[in-house]
């Protein structure tokens, strides 16, 4: 019994350290580059094979982010932990996938170098302090969905603690108390501040704020099965993705 605990911790210590990482990895990369504006890359082709390469790495993020939460998707995730581990560290597994594909699309982006708008001094100070508040903001809504979740500690903690996996309760409160989508809505924003908004910054800003519009109806389809009631009273009281705007307030 001794044994397998310690054995539990050691790939529970395993798959924590490499998520965490690659989380590390993605944030600073997604910060850095959205930015800059995506003019700072690894990314080295040009003509058919940038564009070609550019579009892959567009599209795989929100795909595999969806398909990952399809039952096919976590059968697929199964088989990349121990079998006696795998249901546990789902959780682990979908955010580092999800690292490792923000990864790949920030930092081996092909850039245009073509300036849509540029920002400059002193006014790029303010984009700048925008930008970190729309940080902030998806830092807070996060945090408020369930932090283990969304980091994917959720899955690694419980098996060092040799714990069932216990999930967070639908969020309802803080920003999500405001609109239903607060994470989504802050990445949105986070993609339309930068005070460089080149060719390649704004197309991967429009292709993801529809994703972050549109995909969050497929997860209300499944908090509508997962939560019921709960969620059709929560739906019906709050706003799916923008805050009401109470015009007594101006009026007064």
């Not at 994470?183 to 908004?197: A, E």
Request: include cysteine.
């Amino acid at each position: 019994m001794r044994a397998n605990k310690t054995k539990n911790k050691i790939w529970a210590t395993c798959y924590g350290a490499f998520c965490h990482l690659t989380f590390l990895v993605a944030g600073l990369s997604m910060f850095f580059t959205i930015l800059t504006g995506f003019t700072y890359s690894f990314g080295t082709l040009s003509g058919l094979g940038s564009l070609s390469a550019n579009i892959f790495l567009l599209l795989q993020f929100p795909i595999g982010h969806s398909f990952f939460l399809t039952n096919k998707g976590m059968k697929f995730l199964d088989l990349l932990a121990p079998k006696d581990y795998a249901k546990t560290l789902r959780t682990t597994i979908y955010a580092s996938l999800a690292s490792l594909q923000l990864i790949a699309l920030f930092i081996f982006w092909s850039p245009s170098n073509m300036v849509v708008w540029n920002v400059d001094y002193p006014l790029n100070l303010f984009m700048v302090m925008l930008n970190l508040l729309s940080w902030t903001l998806l830092t807070i809504s996060s945090i408020q969905a369930g932090y283990q979740l969304q980091t994917g500690s959720l899955g690694w903690v419980s098996l060092y603690k040799n714990e069932r996996l216990r999930y967070p309760n639908m969020p309802k409160t803080g920003l999500f108390s405001l609109i239903r989508q607060p994470i989504y809505f802050s990445f949105c924003l986070v993609l339309w501040s930068s005070p460089m908004m080149t060719l390649d910054l704004f197309i991967v800003a429009v292709s993801y704020s529809c994703y972050c519009f549109f995909g969050p109806f497929f997860k209300e389809l499944r908090f509508g099965r997962l939560y019921g009631q709960e969620f059709e009273a929560y739906k019906s009281r709050t706003p799916y993705f923008l805050p009401r705007v109470n015009l007594r307030y101006f009026k007064n």
